[in-house]
């Protein structure tokens, strides 16, 4: 990984030795995504979920429940600070959501894939994705997003718990069988686990460990979002709306550093979400997690 | 006389031997106290404990944080029965993990959660 000192901003344009040499070491350090796939898939023993997809159906019924919110808020790391390494950026993001279950497919699943939409169709162009801008290079100048398609697929549905390997494997197959529109650069799939679905990357686990990631396969991005049934993945918040701060979480990494480590990253605390994980605020409506300005040098 | 030193000598190699029983029954080092992380693979998340350790007794307190989700602290209890570490640790948002694992070469924990089949480590700070 860089060291604090590596830390700094350098030039977009020219990434410094220094920087090159951290992202060849945070490279050597990211193999271990795709290594890490020895994990034997034990019988959950998670809770069934505590939140029903019926309630998620009604949370955009709800007014905010963000006075609800009981989890503890990260402060922003002191200097806190993103540095760009030099690869690349999703500068007008293309998301294409894919709800990956059976669950999805009931009538109360169905109500969640729609607002969760609706969310995506109001947040890709909102100020959320303006704030971003700062983290532009020559070249590469971050705007505006779409949702470009969505699709609920029940096929192999997961039943227990899903690897990211499996997921690898399935999003290529879908993409090779047409079943969601082709990659382009700035393409990103979101992926959509259904309730009770234990999701595992490498020794981690949803809920113990993450409430979502994103990583690529070769210049294809994607991020899965576990469906939140845990306390460390509620925090207080409905379903819901702990799903779009989720997704904004994930949204705003991978814009920016769609290949992790490699795009903007602080050394010492993380990506853009990381620096501010857990703290909230309001655009279009929905509810999304801040991100870190290097130029405000605030969560915001 | 001489069967005297004889008891005598009898006497003192059971004391000795005695003691050396003691000394292996003795309580483990506490080769445990200090700061453990859990090695992840999602960047993001983490998940540091701190060990006090006395005798086979293990206490301490962490954080945690999960990617895309909250961040908070940890309470441990537990038993070092050498090379047995057995840990509970509870969370500030209420959820209880049972660590079962092995202490190996003094720098690495490595065991499972909840009796899962999926191994975890813990590296030394």
């Given amino acids: 990984m860089p060291t604090k000192k590596q830390a700094t901003r350098t030039s977009p344009a020219a990434p410094s030795k220094r ?35 019926e309630e998620l159906g009604k949370a955009r019924k709800s007014p905010s429940d963000s006075d609800l919110f009981d989890g503890q808020t990260a402060g922003a790391a002191a200097n806190a600070h993103l540095a760009y390494f030099g690869g690349p950026l999703l500068t007008n993001v293309a998301v294409v959501t894919i709800f ?7 009538p109360s699943g169905v109500t969640t894939v729609n607002n969760l939409n609706a969310f995506f169709t109001a947040i890709l162009p909102s100020p959320l994705i303006d704030q971003l801008h700062e983290y ?8 505006h997003g779409s949702l470009v398609g969505s699709k609920v697929i029940t096929v192999n549905a997961p039943v227990v718990s899903v690897t990211d390997t499996t ?15 082709k990659p382009t650069p700035n393409t990103l799939y979101f992926i959509y686990l259904d309730p009770g679905i234990v999701s595992i990357m490498g020794g981690s686990k949803s809920c113990s460990s993450y409430c979502g990631y994103h990583n690529n396969i070769s210049g294809v991005y994607y991020a899965v979002m576990p469906y939140p049934n845990c306390s460390g993945c509620l925090g207080g918040l409905t379903a819901f709306n702990a799903l779009t701060g989720t997704s904004s979480h994930e949204l705003c990494e991978a814009i920016t550093d769609p290949v992790p480590g490699r795009g903007w990253y602080d050394s010492n605390n993380g990506e853009i979400g990381d620096i501010c994980a857990w703290t909230f605020k309001t655009v279009a409506g929905y509810t999304v997690q801040k991100e870190w300005s290097n130029q405000q040098n605030a969560c915001v | 006389m001489c069967q005297r030193r004889v008891v005598v000598s009898i006497v003192a190699a059971l004391l000795s031997l005695s003691s050396a029983a003691c000394h292996v029954t003795s309580e483990p080092s506490p080769l445990l106290r200090g700061t453990w992380a859990e090695v992840l693979t999602v960047p993001g998340a983490s998940y540091i404990i701190t060990l006090d350790q006395s005798g086979v007794q293990l206490t301490g307190s962490g954080t945690y944080t999960i990617e895309a989700g909250r961040q908070g602290t940890l309470q441990v209890v537990g038993t070092y029965s050498p090379p047995t570490v057995a840990l509970t640790i509870s969370s ?11 202490l190996i070469g003094g720098d690495q924990l490595r065991g499972a959660f909840d009796g899962s089949s999926s191994l975890v480590t813990f590296a030394r700070r």
């Fill in chain 1, 19 to 53: 920087a090159k040499s951290a992202t060849v070491k945070v490279a050597a350090k990211l193999v271990r995504y795709s290594k890490g796939e020895h994990i034997i898939v034990a019988p959950l023993h998670h809770p069934k979920p505590q939140i029903a997809l």
């Fill in chain 1, 100 to 106: 990956w279950g059976k669950k999805w497919g009931t």
């Fill in chain 1, 136 to 143: 532009s290079v020559p070249g590469k100048v971050i705007g």
């Fill in chain 1, 167 to 181: 997921i690898r494997a399935q999003l290529k197959a879908w993409i090779a069988s047409k079943k969601v529109p």
């Fill in chain 2, 92 to 102: 500030d948002a209420g959820d209880r993990r049972t660590f079962v694992g092995t």
